[in-house]
């Protein structure tokens, strides 16, 4: 058997190779390491250096190339044509039966991509161009005949659905709500219209909805809103404190700049369905992922939500220690000039949160409330 000598050079490359072949995509230099010790960056906190890995397992974890966390991944497609036309002088039942066609084609075009949840717009099954009194003549012979449609698509495809219409209530009046529907098709909760405009009420009969609900998916928490909700804090304070992972806005108005400021204020996603006009899914910092155009009424994205909003002050150089340990582990998302940036974990086992507290990263919650309370601490406040 021949000997390798350390003096030989030519054994050590040789050994080198057949390493390499083994374990592919490894560091030649991490390989005959017996240990890293990285100088701190200047400037940098002790408090918030990078733990020295207490095993070799755990050393060759933090470099190994990480995989999608799926459990924190969610597919949204959002779906929103102008509402359909029918003949006037048409049955109501023969109405139904349009609409449950029209929204199998809409349906048809995001399907193939197998999304987890599914939204339509504000009032998805009023007709365009009917009256107040053929509408309601509609609406009592449709009952639940769509919802069940919606419900049996999302059995079918194993997909979330957003069903969002006017519903009667036992004692006759009207609701404007959004219907969350789980992969099996059953409700899993129901949202109603909190800030109706007047008419909705005078003229329709539908009340304002009293609860701000959140409800748990398997992917995350969801909130709501409709339409004419986007208008007030009132609504959109309450969650700011719930701390949804997600809002569901289902619309005939599209609220402009009102949908990047709900994402950013309540530090979560969101995604629009709007009647008509684009459709767009958006981060916690207010940018478009994804939009509908004037050509396709619909927008498929992933979207990850084990994610976080941190204020660059104070927070430099563990952010820099955190991305050098972490790598395409963690993206790190810069907007420009507004001074916050989103913390998204791409990491197999490692949460966002658990990035965050491993660095000691102030999130921008935190550091708002902190600069507040100094505001407000004796002799700060002329």
Request: glycine residues 6%; hydrophobic residues 40%.
């Amino acid at each position: 058997m021949r000997r390798w000598h350390s003096g030989s050079r030519l054994s050590w490359v040789r050994f080198a190779v057949i390493l390499l072949c083994c374990y592919p995509g490894t560091d030649v230099k991490n390989l005959f390491a017996k240990g890293t010790t990285e100088e701190p960056l200047k400037g940098q906190q002790a408090a918030v250096a990078p733990p020295e890995p207490n095993s070799s397992q755990e050393a060759q974890e933090a470099h190994v190339q990480p995989r999608a966390r799926a459990g924190r991944h969610v597919k949204i497609a959002t779906i929103g044509p102008r509402p359909l036309s029918v003949q006037a002088d048409l049955q109501p039942q023969s109405v139904v039966a349009a609409m449950i066609a029209h929204w199998r084609g809409r349906l048809a075009q995001v399907l193939p991509d197998r999304p987890d949840l599914i939204v339509v717009p504000e009032a998805c099954d009023r007709p365009a161009g009917f009256s107040r009194e053929k509408c309601l003549e509609y609406y009592r012979v449709r009952k639940d005949q769509v919802q069940r449609f919606f419900a049996q698509a999302a059995r079918e495809n194993h997909c979330y659905i957003v069903y969002s219409a006017a519903r009667q209530m036992d004692d006759d009046t009207w609701r404007n709500s959004s219907v969350l529907i789980d992969r099996a098709g059953k409700v899993v909760g129901i949202y109603n219209k909190n800030h109706v405009v007047i008419e909705e009420t005078t003229q329709s009969g539908i009340l304002c909805g009293r609860d701000a609900p959140v409800f748990d998916c398997d992917f995350g928490r969801v909130a709501f809103a409709i339409c004419f909700d986007l208008n007030f804090d009132e609504l959109r304070l309450k969650y700011k404190q719930a701390k949804p992972d997600l809002i569901i806005f289902s619309s005939m108005y599209h609220g402009g700049l009102m949908q990047a400021y709900w994402a950013y204020s309540c530090r979560c996603h969101l995604v629009g369905a709007i009647s008509g006009l684009p459709c767009e899914i958006r981060t916690p910092l207010g940018d478009v992922v994804a939009s509908s155009t004037n050509y396709f009424d619909y927008a498929v994205a992933t979207v990850n939500l084990d994610c976080c909003l941190a204020h660059l002050d104070y927070n430099w150089e563990r952010l820099r220690a955190l991305k050098a340990r972490y790598g395409p582990g963690v993206r790190i998302t810069d907007p420009g000039y507004l001074g916050s940036v989103l913390l998204t974990s791409e990491h197999e086992t490692v949460s966002v949160k658990e990035m965050v507290q491993q660095f000691n990263i102030e999130l921008l919650d935190d550091y708002m409330a902190r600069a507040l309370a100094h505001r407000h601490a004796p002799g700060n406040m002329e």
